[in-house]
């Protein structure tokens, strides 16, 4: 078969694409009309994992050339189209533009959706919380690194929801408008991808005179790296794709197990069960003998998966007392997690129940 017969076959394969996707938009539209009319939620974390685990079994069966992330990738982009028809949505993030925040922000929302960086993690906690957005996206965990202190302690401060957890790999890239090394004076990053990075700059630039120098984001970074001569960045691959700087190479972290975990928050939003899912909890336990050995006996006696316990200190205690972030499997409606929680009602306050990603 020539070129063009094929390239003609994409063409058709294309418009059939095209018109059963405004097929599934015309369902859509009738779907947000009836979720108007009964104030339903817009954004069903638990429903898209559901489309998205019967079409990945659905592939196997049919022996499909697309992989799981392919799947996931196309599929999120055509969730986020469907949910700006029913209703447009505002997402903020850590930012800067560019930011892995950006990035994950972006992959769990889609292109469409109107996206606002902010300069921190409390920036974006206040703009959910006064509802100038819908969603916001904050880090919570780099699984080289640890917990981000800053969320876990404005979970306690702020009334908010969980309603998704998100989880992307961290790769750095190299990109410079240099086309040699040697050329390259400058390099700019945040301190820690400089540390994240160590063996690829020993190995590149082990007798050179290039200078590292600190900036306050890898996207700032890459901006630099597009504007001074002689430079280059250590930056995401989205960065250096929005401040156009040509990536030279890819995956240059140390370590290819790096991954970051985001939280995705909303205001006044639950969650339905979803049969696979886990829980965020806040825990401030009396000050006596044995309530943190009753409390934990309780999700040994219900058979319920503690993941994660991290103590934090109360600030606005003078005598020292810390109160417990925990992450544990299940749904606080079903058992037997609502069984401990029926035991410590008074002393646990339910972030989110939300699709276990990890």
Known sequence: MKLEDLRQSIDNLDNQILTLLNQRMQVVKQVGDLKKQTNALIYRPEREKQILDRLTALNETQAGLLNNTAIDAIFMEIFA???????????????????????????????????????????????????????????????????????????????????????????????????????????????????????????????????????????????????????????????????????????????PNNQTRFYVLAHNFQNVPSGNDKSTLLVDLPNTAGSLANFLQSFNTFQVNMTKIESRPNKSDKNFHTWFYIETDGHAQNEPLNQVLAEHRESVRVVGSYVKIC
């Open 81 to 255: 189209a469907s949910r700006n028809l029913e209703l447009p949505e505002r997402v903020a993030y850590l930012g800067p533009e560019g930011s892995f925040t950006h990035q994950a922000a972006e992959g769990r929302f889609g292109y469409l959706s109107d996206y606002i960086p902010l300069k921190n993690i409390r920036a974006v906690f206040e703009s959910v919380a006064t509802q100038r957005v819908r969603f916001g996206v904050v880090p919570i965990e780099n699984n080289q690194e640890g917990f981000v202190d800053e969320t876990i302690d404005l979970l306690r401060e702020f009334d908010l929801n969980i309603v998704a957890e998100i989880v992307i790999p961290i790769h750095h890239t190299f990109a410079s408008k240099c086309e040699k090394l040697s050329d390259i004076k400058y390099i700019y990053s945040k301190d820690i991808a400089f540390q994240q990075c160590k063996n690829f700059l020993a190995n590149y630039f082990k007798d050179s005179q290039a200078q590292f120098l600190p900036v306050e984001s890898t996207s700032k970074a890459a901006l630099m790296a597009g504007e001074a001569e002689n430079s280059a960045a250590i930056c995401s691959g989205v960065a250096a794709k929005l401040f156009r700087v040509p990536i030279l190479f890819e995956n240059i972290e140390d370590s």
